[in-house]
């Protein structure tokens, strides 16, 4: 890997991921003695959309890291020794960036500080803290991704503006009032009950009961988790 930090640039500049004259420009001032041969293949990543593909990508497969070689190789005549550099400082100058705004120890995610309207947790995490998003009301929507196992005690607390939300298959638990004061978050009803998930199945968990008219349920067989209070208000319930 050569010595050049493009996370620092992308901090301070994040437009640099489309714009490839600004990210020339930096990056011959930045760095003056790194090749030239570098910089052009760093800048065309940029100009034919590829350097915005990393960025989108939740996980980096081969399979895209071959497909953009090839790209690189027959549209533009890179060498590959070039582009192997190329796009591994990109790619890591990326995961960079996913990982700045996040806690993380040891496979639990502590502490989110971000201002971003979406969220994607970053893949390996299988626990989500206590209050790890609490107070965050900038998030609009998030991404938790497959692994994650557990979410804890007031996790999601006060997050005004959450609207959406995707949950892994792979949850387990979901601890006391996680999504506490989330008035805006969106839930799909059935034989009224609140339920959130994910694309695949919707009714991962069942979150709330319409208080003034359960009085029996069956909840669907995908089913995994019951929510915190989630049938506290309803009285008229008599049998699950």
């Known amino acids: 890997m ?3 930090e493009l996370g620092e640039i992308l901090k301070k500049y994040p437009d640099c991921v489309t714009n490839g004259v600004k990210l020339r420009a ?3 001032d930045t760095y003056p003695d790194i090749s030239k041969a570098i910089i052009n293949t760093l800048i065309t990543i940029v100009n034919c959309g590829i350097a915005k593909e990393i960025q989108l990508c939740e996980q980096i497969s081969n399979f895209e890291l071959s497909r953009w070689q090839i790209k690189l190789e027959d549209d533009f005549g890179l060498s590959e020794r070039f582009i192997e550099i190329g796009l591994n400082v990109w790619v890591k100058a990326i995961n960079d960036l996913r990982y700045i705004d996040f806690q ?16 994607r947790v970053p893949t390996g995490i299988k626990h989500i803290g206590d209050e790890t998003f ?11 991704p497959e692994g ?9 607390e006060n997050c005004y503006n959450l609207e959406n939300i995707s949950l892994p298959q792979s949850l387990k638990k979901v601890g006391y009032n996680a999504f506490w004061h989330c008035p ?17 199945n919707p009714y991962l968990i069942a979150l709330k009961g319409e208080k003034d008219f359960l009085v029996q349920c069956s909840l669907p067989q995908s089913t995994k988790i019951i929510y915190s209070n989630a049938f506290m208000d309803c009285i008229k319930l008599k049998r699950i």
């Open 104 to 119: 993380i120890l040891e496979g639990k995610l502590l502490k989110y500080t971000g201002l971003s309207r979406v969220v």
């Open 184 to 200: 805006r978050l969106k839930t799909t009803d059935f034989n009224n009950i609140s339920y959130i998930g994910n694309s695949n």
């Open 2 to 4: 050569i010595d050049l």
């Open 148 to 156: 994650v196992e557990y979410i804890g005690n007031y996790a999601f």
């Open 134 to 144: 609490k107070n965050c009301v900038n998030i609009e929507s998030i991404i938790i």
């Open 26 to 28: 930096i990056l011959l």
